[in-house]
T-cell receptor, first 111, second 113 residues
Framework: GENVEQHPSTLSVQEGDSAVIKCTYSDSASNYFPWYKQELGKRPQLIID?????GEKKDQRIAVTLNKTAKHFSLHITETQPEDSAVYFCAVPGNNNDMRFGAGTRLTVKP | DVKVTQSSRYLVKRTGEKVFLECVQDMDHENMFWYRQDPGLGLRLIYF???????EKGDIPEGYSVSREKKERFSLILESASTNQTSMYLC????????????FGQGTRLTVV
């Protein structure tokens, strides 16, 4: 199956700073790359996704960039706020209808 | 609004028991998944299904089986529960072949004693 690696595992930033989380994958056939956010005690929810025909997608303070040649994509959060504190997961679909997730990044935004 | 509902939020079972975790989705999704979530290990895929009666092994299928008799329902079965299966179990569903948003259930925290 797809091998997905996510870094860093923990990230602590000051409110207002930017945060970047990176995900690498092994299967070049993947062309859909989502990011999920899981708040404490809640279920993971999609926050942004990108398809392989574009290199970057933005939605207000969050953005995802994709480098298919290097097989990695990244989540960027600007002007971080305390409510951004959560665990973030990248995900990569395999060729067999499966969906595999990275190990997660625990982001803490300090006020 | 897509709803993915897991039958129990918390479950305590004894070692050796057969355990059933049920998941139901109401949006006619083809794909359904079972994940296990443990600290530092993220979401690990146990089994998935892309159609009724179809099932595929994920990365950690040992000790588990699944059943999908109806499109809306995907069951995870622990044949003989062991303490190392104590974990949070998350069910998810998606509309198409892995290239659309996955919607998650609320999770079942299973404790095996």
């Amino acid at each position: 199956g797809e091998n997905v690696e996510q870094h860093p595992s923990t990230l602590s930033v000051q409110e207002g700073d930017s945060a970047v989380i990176k995900c690498t994958y092994s299967d070049s056939a993947s062309n859909y790359f989502p990011w999920y956010k899981q708040e404490l005690g809640k279920r993971p929810q999609l926050i942004i996704d990108i398809r392989s025909n574009v290199g970057e997608k933005k939605d207000q303070r969050i953005a995802v960039t994709l480098n298919k040649t290097a097989k990695h994509f990244s989540l960027h959060i600007t002007e971080t706020q305390p409510e951004d504190s959560a665990v973030y997961f990248c995900a990569v679909p395999g060729n067999n209808n499966d969906m595999r997730f990275g190990a997660g990044t625990r982001l803490t935004v300090k006020p | 609004d897509v709803k993915v509902t897991q039958s129990s939020r918390y479950l305590v079972k004894r070692t050796g028991e057969k355990v059933f975790l049920e998941c139901v989705q109401d949006m006619d999704h083809e794909n359904m998944f079972w994940y296990r979530q443990d600290p530092g290990l993220g979401l690990r895929l146990i089994y998935f299904s892309y159609d009724v009666k179809m099932k595929e092994k994920g990365d950690i299928p040992e000790g588990y089986s699944v059943s999908r008799e109806k499109k809306e329902r995907f069951s995870l079965i622990l044949e003989s529960a062991s303490t190392n299966q104590t974990s949070m179990y998350l069910c998810a569903s998606s509309l198409m072949r892995g290239w659309t948003e996955a919607f998650f259930g609320q999770g079942t925290r299973l404790t095996v004693v």
